[in-house]
């Protein structure tokens, strides 16, 4: 295939799509390098400033990553988010990757307005505050930020979670089954303090999910999570209309 200079499709989407397709033709491995943009823009007859508006694209998406002085690699593919009420820990240890939990932020502190709203607490309700860097197989994918309301979970913060799952702490010290649960996702970009933790340039993409999490009717947690836009992609399956 080539480009066509008639197509309304811009040539660096066009380009987009060839590279998408020879990828798998040639069966690419992650890491593989892919062509320079000088040999993109021969082979395809594009201007180097083409080539490279469709390489930055596809590295933003994720699907390839630079390394400066190197070339222009295979990134792995991303993760498929699960829109279920699990765990972070079961949600890695589903697709393959090993879970992993660094201590960030542990403190009991007066619900702020907001939180107490959402979680249906008195305001100022002392709430564990929990802020966590999760990462899978050692890589950092997202900072967790949860409130438990300490009658719930008295003493929660004498449980180090480092390297432990909040979730299974809650069942197994205090016998909370999360039974249901809500959440919302919305795009946004990596502020200074989570872009250091994350290991991202300021302003990378985000996947910004807020979680409610309830068990017999209360809510148990509310959790503000940020997931690298690089490495995450949310899946549904959509079930035919009614
Ligand atoms: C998900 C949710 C968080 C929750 C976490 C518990 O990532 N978005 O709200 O705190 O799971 O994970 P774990 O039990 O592995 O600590």
Sequence with gaps: MAIDPTSPVPKYSQ???LLLDWIVETGLSVDDPIPSERELGQGYGLSRMTVRQTIDLMVSEGKLYRVPGKGTFLARPKIEMSLALASFTEDMRARGYRPGAQDLVRR????????????????????HHIERLRTADGEPM?????????????GLDRHSLAGRSLYAVLEQEY???????EQTIEAGVCDPADAKL?????????LSMRRRSFANGRCVEMATSRYRADRYT?????DPRR
């Design 15 to 17: 380009l987009r799509d």
């Design 108 to 127: 009991v502190l007066p619900a702020s307005g907001s939180t107490a709203r959402a979680m249906g607490l008195a305001p100022e309700t002392p709430v």
């Design 142 to 154: 997202a900072v967790e930020r949860s409130n438990i309301p300490v009658d719930l979970a008295p």
């Design 175 to 181: 016998g909370i089954i999360l039974d249901s649960g």
């Design 198 to 206: 994350l290991g991202l340039p300021q302003g990378s993409p985000v």
């Design 234 to 238: 949310l899946h549904s399956r959509l």
